[in-house]
């Protein structure tokens, strides 16, 4: 059997996505007995879903675990819940599409519970020591549009996990620190690996 991890290209103002290397880190390893098969999907509306629904076919996975960057969030978050609704007014996907207030799917569900252990990852998270939280909110970007469209659409187990920024990309993305400017919350990539490797884990056990 496998498990599908997901993660996003970098979009935006970001010149790199953690969850891109997550994925890519975790495809071709054994984890609970399962074969990881990473993937990288494109920040584009119009094609997330087709694109999940295809590996989906390809790989037949026990579990989808989809992972995506939230920089400024101070924990590893595994997402409770992925809601009905396209809003990308500020930030405009990279194929410049910007939804407001749209239906992922006009007669769908108006939400989806995630359906893996959220409450009990993050509790196995916190005890493996990386820092995590349960979150209330996908946004409604991306990375809610793969949520629900994952829950809406696949019979399976599938969840979404979001990331903060890498310290080198906290770095990159500082506003002048040296003149008193911010800079963003991060963890370093491989806890970061480690606690997706650990949400796998928790949800096939």
């Known amino acids: 059997m496998t498990l599908l991890c997901t993660g996003y290209e970098p979009f935006g103002d970001h010149d790199t996505n953690p969850s891109r290397q997550v994925a890519r880190e975790l495809d071709g390893e054994t984890v609970a007995g399962h074969d990881v098969v990473g993937a990288v999907l494109p920040v584009e509306f119009d094609r997330v879903a087709d694109e999940l629904a295809a590996l989906i076919d390809e790989h037949d996975p026990a579990a989808v675990v989809a992972t995506g960057l939230a920089a400024g969030r101070t924990t590893v978050s595994v997402e409770r819940v992925g809601i009905n609704v396209d809003d990308a007014v500020t930030v405009p996907d990279n194929a410049d599409d910007s939804p407001h207030d749209a239906r992922i799917e006009p007669a769908g569900a108006d939400a989806h519970l995630s359906t893996i252990p959220v409450v009990g990852s993050v509790e196995a998270l916190l005890e493996a020591g990386i820092p995590a939280r349960v979150s209330n909110s996908a946004g409604t970007h991306c990375c809610n549009h793969a949520l629900y469209s994952l ?52 949800t096939v056990a």
Do not use: C, I, K, Y
Request: without cysteine; aromatic residues 2%.
């Open 151 to 202: 829950l809406e659409n696949h019979d399976v187990p599938a969840g979404f996990v979001h990331l903060p920024l890498t310290p080198q990309g906290a770095v990159a993305e500082a506003e002048a620190p040296e003149r008193g400017g911010g800079v963003q919350a991060s963890l370093p990539l491989s806890l970061q690996v480690e606690g997706v490797r650990t949400v796998l884990e928790t």
